[in-house]
Structures are given as C-alpha cells and as structure tokens.
C-alpha cells in the first residue's frame, strides 16, 4: 500500500541554472518516486516551468514562499520551522525532504513510514565531519534528505516547551565573563520569558533546523519519536559515507545526502549503474 507521503523539493533557482549534479539529483527522484506527489518549494519569483518530469504520474505541485526565505541558510531554517510551511503540508501524513544534492538509490519509504518515526535523516557522526579516524556515530540526523511527520511537527509548533534551560541560556549569557554578562542579562531573561519556545508565534531558534527537529524536539518531547544512528544508516547516508557503508554492512541505503561532495571512483562506478556519467571523481575518501 502506497503511503500517503510527500517528496518535497526545495529550489532557488531555474532548472536550467542548476548544475550538472542537481539536475542528476531531480531526474533520479523523479524516477525512484514516480508514483508520489512531488512538491517543489521555492520563491515566489522563480521561473519552475523547467522542473517538469514525464515519468511522474501527477504534475509538479508548486509551493511558493516569499523570496526572502531563500537568501540564505539562516532565512532558509526559519522557512523549515515556520507553522505556514507546515500546514501547506498538512494533507499529507509524512513528506520526504529530498534536496538537490541527493541521490536515491531505491524507494523504501512504505518501510519507513510504517515504523511511525516522527523524524528520520541520515545519522551524524560526534563533531559533524571529523577526520575518518575519529569518526563514530552519535545521532540522527541530517535534514537535507529527511523524512518528517507532518502531525507531529504541527503538534511541537502548537506546544510550549522550552528550546534552552535556564542553566544554558545564562552560560551562553556570561560566556563573554561577568561584565559583559551582566550587560546582556536583561535581554536573555526576556529571551527566557518571551521567547525561546518551541511553539511557532515565540520561537526564537537561530539554529539549524534539522538540529531543532532532530535533537531538540526528541529531547524535549517523550512522544516524539527518532531511529537509532545505526538504523538510521538504512535510510541515508552523509558524511564519510565509505565508513558508513562499512558500519551498514555494506549496503546501501535508501539515498545518499550531500553526494557530489564525496565523487571517487567507488560512487562513480555505483552511479554509472544507475545510468549516470560522472566527470571529474575525486580520489579522496
């Protein structure tokens, strides 16, 4: 039974401006999840005409926000915590997060979304990109190909919880040392009493977003729900992904976050199977 899921691709720019490797990354999805509704978000100025696929059973549904949200990363996490990107969603039960520097290799989120996690993404690695031999995992993970709950992120949005403890935000207050410390406190208690909630109108994290969906909420609420690191290399992988096709026992997972950064000969040959030349592979990893 096919899932009722979404596959949410955010875009900035004009197919025809993408490059070689983001145009690979669209075409491949579009293939693995023909039979699923796609939903490009993207500005409210973009030209999306070149972002059409004859394979995929339905048109492209285009999401339109305001060209601010996508200036830059930190506009960009605002969108991806905001209660309006949300609930333009709400008619779906989950939506994968699939960006264009993702591969995917197969079309496992019946799987997946059958185990109700409210989160999923391709695990971290303590320190986010160490070198290769201090590498080990520490949690999940990685927002650029992430499978979400709709539900349950519209329920963290409509809930009060704290971001921070009061023990965090006045450390990070009188990091500077006690002077300067001072100086800022008022405006920390007011971030305390004012802000600094999960809930969408007072929430005030300038963080990553898939940080806040990923660790945050799993700590701050017992009903919400995260894969192991070690299940989660199933679903995805990120950084390192040689090691971490090692610690999966050699298989792949469903898809590949951030792939162009990592081309060598191993991912060119894997790739070349699939139906794509690769130019220029590295021979780092």
């Given at each position: 039974?096919t899932?009722?899921?979404a596959?949410?691709?955010p ?5 025809a401006d993408?490059?070689?490797s983001e ?23 973009l030209?999306?005409s070149?972002y059409?696929?004859?394979?995929l059973a339905?048109?492209?549904?285009l999401?339109?926000f305001a060209d601010?949200?996508?200036?830059g990363?930190?506009?960009?996490n605002k969108?991806?915590?905001s209660l309006?990107f949300f609930?333009?969603l709400a008619g ?8 264009l520097?993702?591969?995917v290799?197969?079309?496992?989120l019946?799987?997946w979304c059958a ?9 971290w690695f ?5 070198p290769?031999?201090?590498a080990r995992?520490?949690a999940?993970?990685n927002?650029g190909?992430s499978?979400r709950k709709?539900?349950?992120?519209l329920?963290v949005l409509h809930?009060?919880q704290?971001?921070f ?5 006045l ?6 040392g ?7 406190l008022?405006a ?5 009493l004012?802000?600094n909630?999960?809930?969408h109108?007072r929430?005030?994290y300038?963080g990553?977003?898939?940080?806040f ?6 700590d701050r609420f017992?009903?919400y ?13 990120d950084?390192h ?6 610690l999966?026992g050699g298989?792949?997972p469903?898809g590949?976050h951030?792939?162009?950064?990592h081309r ?10 699939q139906g ?5 592979p590295?021979c780092?990893?």
């Open positions: 039974m899932p009722n899921v596959i949410v691709v875009a900035y720019r004009r197919f993408l490059t070689e145009q690979i990354s669209w075409r491949q999805s579009t293939d693995v999840y023909q039979t699923y509704p796609f939903v490009l978000v993207c500005p409210d100025s030209d999306a070149g059409v696929s004859a394979v339905q048109p492209v549904r999401e339109r601010t949200y996508f200036s990363t930190a506009s960009y969108l991806m915590m309006d609930q333009r779906y039960e989950y939506f994968l997060l699939c960006q520097d993702v591969f290799f197969r079309d496992d019946p799987a185990k109700c996690y409210s989160y999923v993404g391709p695990p303590a320190g986010f990109e160490p290769l031999a201090e995992l520490w999940v993970g927002g190909f499978l709709v539900a349950d992120c329920r809930a009060r704290p971001i403890s009061w023990p965090t935000l450390r990070e207050c009188f990091a500077p006690l002077g300067a410390g001072l100086r800022r008022p920390y208690l007011r971030r305390g004012q802000a909630q999960t809930h109108a929430n005030d300038a990553q977003e898939d940080i969906w990923s660790l945050i909420c799993a017992a009903w729900t995260v894969p192991t690191p070690t299940e989660a290399l199933e679903f995805g992988f950084y992904p040689t090691l971490m096709l090692e999966n298989r792949l469903m590949f951030a792939w162009d950064r060598n000969a191993f991912w060119t040959k894997l790739f070349k199977e794509y030349s690769l130019n220029n590295s780092g990893l």
